[in-house]
């Protein structure tokens, strides 16, 4: 059986750390694509990105459904969601 | 016959044979819907040097969420339907065939030709089935007269064609089965864009909902859209004997404990389960779906083997596309780091379901789920509904977003 060979393989990945918790889903709406509906996120400053999301999580910005899911993070882990989409091309 | 992976790239998809000094790592991805199309991407993108592997019997997807405006002939039937060219052009490579049997100690699958494929890991996400017969009398003949129209594909046209040739003062059924089935909120914006077609082409024509829930999805919302919006909308739920005991599809009977309808159109929406290959390789347990880790998605029956999206048994998020495509991403990430030597941190996982209830107009269920044990639970003071007394503008933009996601969920999964 090969298996017990292949387990032993390392798989190289494409990045050196994991993405933060929560911070894969935002992908779902905030697409790369040609004609997005929603705001790009990807490769914003992260200090902008960051206030947008304390501030929907404070609900002192416009939301529809951005002030029900950020409720659901520690402003830390929102640091670390703008973070990786900052970081992110 | 078994075949190793070499044999298997030059003999069944007809790539170039190329000499390898050491076997890859293959992650064999079982569905190409919402779910395995975008675990299957994102695992490539993550891992470029894994083998990446979809099995999915159709060359083209249906998807199920805008269906429901389909049905209502307010949308192209066209735009639901999705290929796999791009995946194929990022060296996923696809196999049209359906999977008969998963090996879990052994790490292989046979498909229907017999062909037998090893993997290191997979990942199976396969949907539902229908329970036919669950409801008495509801068998696949059964569905051809009363539609069922929960599984995309042809069903859906069918369903849009019968609403069409529903007469003036005709009377239509939808039945709704007890949770859970896949996307909670479904039915219900099923129920208000099939209202809004009768209200507007057969204005003495009535929609009856027979329920066998009495709590559901955004219940204040879509009841005071109702109200506002379709008086010729009843909603039956369970405590007002509105769940379906039996159907007739000969005499296009359907009978509750205390009625029995004979509507111009039935359509029954049927108690479900995971899909067949996860019940038949022992995914699934006795409930009929799939018991997971919600940090891995790995089987809590069958080690080596992940499952996501509506096949599985995760406790508050919904069975949806969005939870499927979350789910995903999270899974193949785990999926990557696990190949690597490396043990994944618990994801969190978010949930949106955007429902309409007009044309132009939607409202929305949102939430965050942090897993507990092996289920995933609501995070307390987060997610929730649409406000109940959001002005219309509120409602158009829901609707944009809902266009908008169907837009950038798609994109994500089928490129």
Redesign the interface.
């Known amino acids: 059986?090969?298996?017990g060979?292949?387990?032993t393989?390392?798989?190289?990945?494409?990045?050196a750390a994991?993405?933060p918790?929560?911070a894969?889903?935002c992908?779902?709406?905030?697409?790369a694509?040609a004609?997005?509906?929603?705001p790009p996120i990807a490769g914003r400053a992260a200090a902008e990105l960051e206030a947008e999301l304390l501030a929907y999580r404070a609900g002192t910005r416009p939301a529809?459904?951005m002030d029900?899911?950020?409720?659901?993070?520690s402003p830390g882990?929102l640091t670390s969601i703008a973070a990786y989409w900052a970081a992110q091309k | 016959m078994t075949f190793g992976r070499r044999t298997l790239i030059a003999a069944t998809l007809g790539a170039p044979f190329v000499a390898q000094a050491q076997p890859k790592a293959r992650v064999i991805v079982v569905g190409g819907g919402f779910g395995g199309a975008t675990a299957a991407r994102t695992l490539k993108r993550v891992a470029p040097d894994i083998d990446v592997v979809l099995i999915e019997p159709n060359p083209v997807f249906t998807a199920c969420p805008a269906s429901n405006a389909v049905i209502a002939g307010l949308r192209d039937h066209e735009t639901l339907r999705f290929t796999y060219k791009t995946l194929e052009a990022e060296g996923i490579r696809l196999i049209h065939q359906r999977v008969i049997a998963i090996d879990a100690a052994h790490s292989s699958l046979t498909l229907a030709d017999n062909t037998r494929l090893d993997f290191t890991r997979a990942i199976l996400a396969p949907g539902i089935a229908i329970r036919w017969n669950a409801l008495p009398g509801y068998t696949e003949a059964a569905a051809a007269v009363m539609p069922h129209a929960w599984r995309g594909g042809a069903q859906i046209m069918l369903l849009r064609e019968r609403l069409a040739a529903v007469p003036d003062g005709g009377l239509v059924v939808i039945s709704v089965p007890a949770t859970p089935y896949r996307c909670p909120s479904a039915p219900y914006e099923r129920a208000s864009l099939v209202a809004h077609h009768l209200k507007l082409r057969k204005p003495r024509a009535k929609l009856i909902v027979l329920d066998s829930n009495d709590s559901f999805s955004m219940q204040r919302l879509f009841l005071a859209a109702w109200k506002s919006l379709y008086p010729n909308l009843e909603h039956l739920a369970l405590s007002a004997s509105g769940k379906v005991t039996e159907v007739n599809a000969g005499t296009g009977e359907i009978r509750t404990d205390f009625e029995t309808y004979t509507p111009d159109l039935a359509n029954i929406i049927p108690p479900q389960r995971a899909a067949d290959i996860a019940v038949q390789s022992g995914v699934a347990d006795r409930t009929g779906w799939c018991p997971i880790t919600p940090v891995t998605f790995e089987s809590l029956l069958c080690p080596g083997i992940h499952v996501i999206g509506d096949a599985t048994l995760l406790g508050a998020m919904p069975k949806s596309a969005f939870a499927a495509a979350a789910q995903a991403k999270a899974c193949a990430h785990a999926v990557a780091l696990i190949l690597n030597g490396q043990t994944p941190e618990p994801p969190h996982l978010l949930n949106t379901c955007y429902a309409l209830i007009a044309p132009h107009l939607a409202i929305s269920s949102a939430g965050v789920y942090r897993h507990h044990g092996t289920i995933l639970v609501d995070t307390e003071g987060a997610g929730g509904n649409s406000a109940l007394d959001a002005p219309r503008s509120t409602r158009e933009a829901e609707a944009r977003h809902a266009e908008a996601w169907f837009h950038a969920v798609t994109t994500e999964a089928f490129g």
């Open positions: 059986m090969k298996r060979v292949l387990l393989l390392a798989v190289a990945l494409a990045a994991p993405p918790p929560g894969l889903v992908s779902g709406c905030h697409a694509t004609d997005p509906g929603f529809t459904v029900r899911l950020t409720r659901g993070f882990e």
